[in-house]
T-cell receptor
Framework: AQSVSQHNHHVILSEAASLELGCNYS??????LFWYVQYPGQHLQLLLK??????LVKGIKGFEAEFIKSKFSFNLRKPSVQWSDTAEYFC???????????FGKGTKLSVKP | DAMVIQNPRYQVTQFGKPVTLSCSQT?????MYWYQQKSSQAPKLLFH???????NEADTPDNFQSRRPNTSFCFLDIRSPGLGDTAMYLC???????????????FGPGTRLTVL
């Protein structure tokens, strides 16, 4: 069965530090990948998505993610985080026979001012 | 200009007392989904509607039912809530389902349900 793994449960950074959140998926075929963000008390919002083409995807608020097929990875990056980036980040994937969006368990990011 | 609206935002019910959560959308999307998200866990798909076709996940308890009277509205009915059903319930929509560029899901703010 398809699965999505996020390596870090909780990441704590100071403002201006660089961010990389890991995401790995298990399916080997065509896969569509997403990063969603959930700010405290708010709904899930789409940060970025990859369907095909350039494996480096740019999203909102300065986030980007790189699809590396050989590593089954879709890591999220931001060169310099801000306090307002404090949120929970979910990686998700469509693919395979399931046809459902499968979420990782999420990574909570805390940015210290 | 909210696109996916859920009501109520917070709901408290008693053990065994039926509860209905509602979701509406202004996107005219074909597909509507219900997810359950427990604390510190990933959203878990309960079921979805593609137009009027209902698709239940294999491990969704029978206690959870859904209705979609029209394109815009979808309801989640919990017939006899248990303490373990305390969670955030998320509604989402997408234009299509599968692996096409129209499959991006848009989420509502969720209903936080507490079962006492």
């Amino acid at each position: 069965a398809q699965s999505v793994s996020q390596h870090n449960h909780h990441v704590i950074l100071s403002e201006a530090a660089s961010l990389e959140l890991g995401c790995n998926y298990s399916y080997g075929g065509t896969v569509n990948l997403f990063w969603y963000v959930q700010y405290p008390g708010q709904h899930l919002q789409l940060l970025l998505k990859y369907f095909s083409g350039d494996p480096l995807v740019k999203g909102i608020k300065g986030f980007e993610a790189e699809f590396i097929k050989s590593k089954f990875s879709f890591n999220l990056r931001k060169p310099s985080v801000q306090w307002s980036d404090t949120a929970e980040y979910f990686c998700a994937a469509y693919g395979g026979s399931q046809g459902n969006l499968i979420f990782g368990k999420g990574t909570k990011l805390s940015v210290k001012p | 200009d909210a696109m996916v609206i859920q009501n109520p935002r917070y709901q408290v019910t008693q053990f065994g007392k039926p509860v209905t959560l509602s979701c509406s959308q202004t996107l005219n999307h074909n597909v509507m989904y219900w997810y359950q998200q427990k604390s510190s866990q990933a959203p878990k798909l309960l079921f979805h509607y593609y137009d009027k076709d209902f698709n239940n996940e294999a491990d969704t308890p029978d206690n959870f039912q859904s209705r979609r009277p029209n394109t815009s509205f979808c309801f989640l009915d919990i017939r006899s809530p248990g303490l373990g059903d305390t969670a955030m319930y998320l509604c989402a929509t997408s234009r299509e389902t599968g692996t096409t560029v129209t499959d991006t899901q848009y989420f509502g703010p969720g209903t936080r349900l507490t079962v006492l």
